[in-house]
């Protein structure tokens, strides 16, 4: 849910606002990947159908088992498989997640992370959470960046899902050197080339006891 709406003709402003705020090349060109004004609203008919295709094809090809109905019936993942039944940026997260758990938690329900917006059953997701505070808050921060990547890869609408996860939000204060921290991140977890699209890698290290 988009916090601060931003009306579609000042986005361009905000953008370059936001661009402004970046300090260094590599974060630049990866935001002008996703920084697209045309690309600001959802998919709707055949282009959303062939996207959500192309989102499920991505996580079966990662090994990640697939299952019916929506993630309001119990989780978006169970620790086997996700639920398919939703729309392609919100696999394309999954997806982004399932790199990012530690191997253990790629067998939890909902990654270990607890309940997210569309859990059905959120008491036992919350139950099945082993991580918590702020390491939970930076791999959510990942798992959102990497999942808009990987719309930019597809030829998603990506700057849809960086405006409904508030990544513009306070564009002229810290949001951009928050962006640059989590790409950062995941430039040094291995998880993007280092032309800064998103890498087929998945995490290898537990987490800290």
Not at 100 to 112: K, M, N, S, V
Not at 154 to 159: D, E, H, I, K, R
Not at 160 to 173: I, K, M, P, T, V
């Amino acid at each position: 849910m988009i916090l601060t709406p931003i009306d579609r003709d000042r986005l361009p402003a905000v953008l370059a606002q936001f661009e402004a705020g970046l300090a260094d090349r590599f974060a630049r060109t990866v935001f002008r990947r996703i920084a697209v004004p045309a690309q600001a609203e959802r998919a709707a008919g055949a282009p959303a159908v062939a996207h959500r295709r192309a989102a499920i094809d991505l996580l079966a090809s990662f090994g990640m088992g697939l299952r019916p109905g929506s993630p309001g019936q119990d989780f978006n993942w169970d620790g086997t498989a996700a639920r398919s039944d939703t729309e392609a940026y919100v696999l394309l997260h999954e997806a982004a997640h399932f790199q990012l758990a530690a191997p253990t938690r790629r067998q939890r329900i909902d990654f270990g992370l607890g309940p997210g917006p569309d859990t059905g059953r959120r008491e036992a997701a919350e139950a099945a959470a082993t991580i918590f505070g702020l390491e939970r808050e930076r791999e959510e921060a990942m798992a959102s960046l990497l999942g808009i990547l990987w719309e930019v890869e597809l030829g998603q609408p990506a700057l849809a899902s960086f405006l409904d996860q508030n990544w513009l939000e306070g564009a002229g204060r810290s949001a951009a050197a928050h962006f640059c921290h989590v790409l950062d991140a995941l430039a040094a977890g291995g998880f993007l080339t280092a032309e800064g699209r998103p890498a087929r890698a998945l995490r290898e290290t537990p987490d800290a006891l």
